[in-house]
């Protein structure tokens, strides 16, 4: 019996730190990907590369449009304009969009396109 301990030890460790490891990578590559945009931090917001967030690729949810990512999902409230990030179904707020993110990826339109009557702009 305890020449078993050892391997299952270093299975199970094997196990956990695989499992940290994909997590980590997951929030990185989350993280990453919510602003796929650099520069324009200055009015009027134009001096940015990359490409805007196309909104046709986000899910529709009751309340506004959501990023499903690796490890939590990005949600934009299409009344409010509050960002929030959903981990294991719990929602946690976190700030309404930005001057910036309102001219560069123009998610005030994006949300009355899908039907909603955007609070923000």
């Known amino acids: 019996m305890r020449r078993l301990w050892k391997p299952l030890l270093y299975t199970l460790a094997g196990v956990g730190m695989l ?3 994909t ?3 997951g929030l990185v590559l989350d993280i990453s990907a919510i602003d796929p945009t650099q520069g324009g931090y200055e009015p009027p ?3 940015y590369v990359g490409t805007p967030i196309d909104w046709d690729e986000l899910d529709i949810t009751a309340t506004g449009m959501a990023w499903r990512g690796y490890v ?3 949600l934009v409230d299409c009344t409010t304009g509050l960002i929030s990030f959903e981990v294991f179904k719990q929602q946690i707020p ?3 969009l930005s001057p910036r993110a309102l001219a560069v990826h123009r998610p005030a339109e994006a ?3 899908r039907g909603f009557n955007p ?3």
Request: hydrophobic share 25%; glycine share 4%.
């Open 119 to 121: 609070e923000f702009e």
């Open 94 to 96: 976190y700030r309404p």
């Open 19 to 21: 499992g940290t490891l």
């Open 23 to 25: 997590t980590l990578v």
């Open 111 to 113: 949300c009355r396109d």
């Open 45 to 47: 917001y134009t001096d």
């Open 72 to 74: 939590f999902n990005t």
